[in-house]
């Protein structure tokens, strides 16, 4: 019993949280920044690192939130998405796309192996497993691009 008023404590703080940061992102867009920014902004404000409003305990146990939104800007970026405009971009949406996947990986692959130095698990490795753990840092933020580009685009 005591786990669930726990739980919905955390929740209820999280929805009273998320309010406020819609309320954020729409002051920044009043600055013609993206939505994304001002969700951004209350995140790090209002979390473990800023206010300390999610404790960083807490934040695992929000782990289903993540999915549900994952879904949620799937299924807005769909919606997004006619097929008249996407066969007359195409090739526009091709460059631009191969474009983010090389700067994203090229960088993250880059920054992450000569960052390897101050990583303490990475500290002891040789450059052969240094490069491979770059590379898989690299494949990672590549497959996690997608949903902030739809988010800052739109």
């Not at 097929?83 to 960088?107: A, D, H």
């Not at 902030?148 to 685009?153: D, K, Y």
């Amino acid at each position: 019993m005591e786990f669930y008023t726990h739980l919905l404590i955390i929740i209820t703080g999280f929805i009273i949280l998320a309010l406020a940061s819609n309320q954020i992102g729409h002051f920044f867009t009043r600055f013609k920044l993206p939505l994304i920014s001002g969700f951004l902004v209350a995140g790090i404000l209002f979390g473990p690192y800023g206010l300390d409003f999610i404790h960083a305990r807490d934040v695992g146990d929000l782990h289903f939130v993540d999915e549900v939104s994952l879904a949620f800007i799937a299924f807005a970026a769909g919606s997004e998405l006619y097929l008249k405009e996407l066969r007359s971009r195409f090739k526009s949406i091709t460059w631009v796309t191969i474009g983010l996947v090389v700067v994203i990986f090229t960088l993250t692959t880059t920054a992450v192996f000569l960052l390897a130095s101050y990583v303490p698990f990475m500290r002891d490795m040789p450059n052969t497993l240094r490069l491979a753990v770059a590379l898989l840092a690299g494949a990672i933020l590549v497959a996690r691009s997608p949903s902030s580009a739809i988010a800052i685009v739109n």
